[in-house]
């Protein structure tokens, strides 16, 4: 199994997946020896990736997912030992923030920063979902008391913190439009472009401003490569995927079929 991790470790490494991904194999190392169940943190689409590479590489793993609810972005793992034959506890807990939406608008930014601002790591934090007058947050159920505790405020604004239900959050449903059009090259910046509906000099500006990742990291060059399958998401504008290649049209441009959603 050294081999094996040591391999993994090396193939992430100088990517922003590098701690990451120790921390991972050190979890699943951990399955493995106590022949039981590991949980995770709140792991990002692209940690989720990861977690599935480390079990497979490892063997005598599985790995489950879970968010709290149907659809959800971020997920815990469950390592489990292939002799584990119990069900998996993702202790996850639903945290109820409300205010007065008459008076003030609150969105997933100013709730994840009020967070932020109080020492919590990412880890312990699943998805945000905002309305009009409350947000609720997914955490880990051991942080509960905290959140209740000292989440007073959010933006400025006084907030009331409370226990909710996971099954009062519903399935998550997205929109999602398809969009052919024609770009020069399969670079970053022109199918952004292309599918957030902006220049291709805004684009490369807010990849050089690091809010656009593909494959849920961040872009670091807008001359980088895109292929089929890709996905790049950009910070409040939803995700991108690159549905199809199509090939050349008689200008030579590159035709292209994309899925955005909402």
């Known amino acids: 199994m050294q081999d094996a991790r040591e391999k993994i470790i090396r193939y992430y490494k100088g990517t922003e997946g590098e701690a990451t991904a120790v921390k991972l194999v050190d979890f699943a190392a951990q399955a493995i020896k106590n022949r039981k169940c590991k949980l995770t943190g709140f792991l990002s689409p692209?940690?989720?990736?990861?977690?599935?590479?480390?079990?497979?590489?490892?063997?005598?793993?599985?790995?489950?997912?879970?968010?709290?609810?149907?659809?959800a972005e971020r997920q815990r793992a469950a390592f489990c030992h292939e002799d584990?034959?119990?069900?998996?506890?993702?202790?996850?807990?639903?945290?109820?923030?409300?205010?007065?939406?008459?008076?003030?608008?609150?969105g997933h930014?100013?709730?994840?920063?009020?967070?932020?601002?109080?020492?919590?790591?990412?880890?312990?934090?699943?998805?945000i979902i905002a309305t009009r007058e409350c947000?609720?947050?997914?955490?880990?159920?051991?942080?509960?008391?905290?959140?209740?505790?000292?989440?007073?405020?959010?933006?400025?604004?006084?907030?009331?913190?409370?226990?909710?239900?996971p099954e009062n959050i519903s399935a998550k449903e997205e929109r999602i439009k398809e969009i052919k059009a024609t770009v020069a090259s399969l670079r970053?910046?022109?199918?952004?472009?292309?599918?957030?509906?902006?220049?291709r000099s805004k684009a490369a500006t807010e990849i050089l401003a690091e809010k656009i990742k593909l494959n849920w990291q961040t872009v670091k060059n807008a001359a980088q490569s895109v292929k089929e399958g890709d996905v790049l998401s950009m910070r409040?504008?939803?995700?991108?995927?690159?549905a199809e290649v199509r090939g050349q049209t008689k200008k030579g441009r590159i035709g292209v079929l994309l899925r955005r959603f909402f």
Do not use: H
Not at 87 to 106: D, H, S, Y
Not at 143 to 161: A, R
Not at 188 to 199: H, L, N, Q
């Open 236 to 242: 409040g504008r939803g995700r991108l995927e690159v």
């Open 46 to 71: 692209f940690e989720q990736e990861m977690a599935g590479v480390i079990a497979k590489s490892l063997g005598e793993l599985n790995v489950d997912f879970y968010g709290g609810y149907r659809g």
């Open 188 to 199: 970053a910046d022109s199918i952004a472009a292309a599918g957030f509906g902006m220049s």
């Open 84 to 106: 584990f034959q119990g069900t998996p506890n993702f202790e996850i807990a639903v945290i109820k923030a409300e205010w007065n939406g008459e008076f003030v608008r609150l």
């Open 109 to 127: 930014r100013d709730v994840l920063g009020s967070i932020m601002n109080l020492g919590v790591d990412r880890e312990y934090i699943g998805d």
């Open 135 to 165: 947000a609720k947050i997914l955490v880990d159920k051991k942080m509960c008391d905290y959140f209740i505790m000292n989440l007073t405020q959010i933006g400025g604004t006084s907030v009331k913190s409370s226990l909710d239900e």
